[in-house]
């Protein structure tokens, strides 16, 4: 049985998957899967033959590949999962801010390359378009971070218990608040 903070982020019974394009760095593609962990993302696919060719999960110190599949496909469009919005994180004219947009309850979240765009064909598929508003670009693996924090920001779950905290934290960490107050 899951513990009820992982329920939480399952949104009303919606999903999130993350779609990578070529990506470059197998720390980045490491790093994006802690995040797919701590946010309750369903899958990650990424496309390409870069990661394949230096894949290696150096940041995902937690081995969340092991829970999270990681799918290679020969195109994201072939993987938009049934039922899901697929959203296109880009850095382009017209684009949507993340601050004003409203995350669909099951989302297919598309990113393109560190060194790159997303093809033509991808933002076609895509029903909405949004970028995160910062002065310059982040990298791949903080940008799938910000998305996923805004989707559980904007979602409403609330967390006002310690389980979370519990069933997250590193093993070194076993600090309690109140006893250090009580002091």
């Not at 990506?23 to 797919?36: E, F, H, I, L």
């Not at 903080?142 to 805004?150: K, R």
């Not at 904007?154 to 109140?178: A, P, Q």
């Amino acid at each position: 049985m899951k513990p009820k903070y992982i329920e939480a982020f399952m949104f009303d019974n919606g999903f999130a998957c993350i779609g990578l394009t070529n990506p470059k760095s197998p720390s980045n593609v490491g790093a994006v899967m802690r995040a797919a962990g701590c946010y309750g993302v369903n899958s990650v696919f990424y496309t390409g033959k870069r990661f394949d060719n230096a894949r290696k999960f150096a940041t995902d110190t937690k081995k969340v590949y092991q829970n999270i599949p990681l799918i290679g496909a020969d195109t994201l469009e072939s993987m938009i999962p049934l039922g899901a919005t697929p959203v296109a994180i880009e850095l382009i004219e017209g684009a949507k801010p993340l601050t004003e947009y409203t995350h669909p309850k099951s989302a297919f979240y598309m990113f393109g390359p560190e060194d790159g765009s997303l093809a033509k064909e991808s933002l076609k598929m895509c029903q909405d378009v949004i970028y995160v508003p910062t002065q310059g670009c982040m990298n791949l693996a903080a940008t799938v971070n910000v998305v996923l924090y805004d989707r559980l920001l904007k979602s409403g779950v609330t967390f006002n218990n310690d389980e979370i905290i519990r069933g997250s934290r590193d093993n070194n960490n076993n600090i309690v608040l109140s006893e250090l107050i009580a002091r």
